[in-house]
């Protein structure tokens, strides 16, 4: 009877052993897959982590741009003015660009940024003021910058020219309304010789800014016309009406003045 039953016990013992090899080796294999897979779990797990981080970093960092370009001529400004000067000057906000056209075929001369130091204490720019209102407003009350960029090279007495003609036509347009005296315009006639002499015969390269600055009022004092690096000129009239006559009308700009009033839409307080 042992010997019959040899043959068999040792078939089963061979099957038990290949079961358990068999378990073992894939509780091996498991164990190593796991081991193996689990790094990249975690290194997956990781990246799609800092990538989502990053993204939010650069959406959360990005700074606010700090120029505004003219879309007409690609002439960038900047969106605050500081101007180097012997008496300190006021951060300087720009508010509207445009481009500047001649004759029907709409030739650009230049670009041009109106700035004013809207942090002004003596500024008082209710929200239900018209844009006309608060730009008189600011004019009259704080210090403000024309930039002026030519969009071709030109020359200081091409542009001094247009200047001339836009105050001589203010000063008409004033005499129309009866709100210029006679004494007032005989006044206004020296100080305007002056600013023109103050522009030289030379020329003015492409894209070199020319600053054209109002001062701030001072009391008992005139205001000042400041031409920067030329010259400057003391005038009540002609300080403020050379910056209100780039707002006349449609403007000597008009899609620098459109510019200008939908951003003092959005100013008061």
């Not at 660009?97 to 650009?108: E, Y």
């Not at 071709?152 to 009866?178: I, K, N, P, Y």
């Not at 005296?181 to 305007?192: A, D, T, V, Y």
């Amino acid at each position: 009877m042992f010997p019959l039953l040899q043959p068999l016990a040792c078939r089963a013992l061979s099957a038990t052993i290949v079961r358990s090899s068999t378990r073992r080796a894939v509780h091996t294999n498991t164990a190593n897959v796991a081991r193996n897979v689990r790094p990249w779990v975690w290194v997956s797990a990781f990246a799609a982590t800092a990538l989502l981080l990053s993204k939010s970093a650069i959406k959360l960092d990005s700074p606010p741009p700090d120029e505004t370009v003219d879309v007409a001529s690609s002439i960038a400004f900047p969106n605050t003015l500081r101007i180097p000067s012997k008496v300190p000057l006021p951060t300087l906000t720009l508010i509207g660009v445009g481009v500047r056209t001649v004759s029907f075929l709409g030739i650009k001369v230049y670009s041009v940024g109106f700035y004013a130091d809207l942090q002004n204490a003596n500024l008082d720019l209710p929200a239900t003021a018209s844009p006309q209102e608060k730009l008189e407003h600011i004019v009259k009350n704080s210090a403000c910058v024309l930039r002026i960029v030519p969009t071709r090279s030109t020359s200081f007495s091409h542009l001094r020219d247009g200047f001339m003609r836009s105050l001589q036509g203010r000063m008409a347009l004033f005499r129309q309304r009866g709100i210029l005296s006679k004494e007032e315009e005989f006044s206004i006639q020296s100080p305007l010789h002056k600013f023109k002499t103050m522009f030289p015969n030379t020329p003015l390269a492409k894209h070199t800014p020319l600053d054209i600055l109002l001062a701030p009022p001072e009391p008992q004092q005139p205001r000042t016309l400041i031409i920067r690096d030329l010259g400057s000129v003391q005038h009540d009239w002609l300080a403020k009406e050379f910056f209100l006559a780039y707002f006349e009308g449609d403007g000597i700009s008009p899609p620098m003045k459109k510019s200008v009033f939908a951003r003092l839409e959005e100013i008061g307080w």
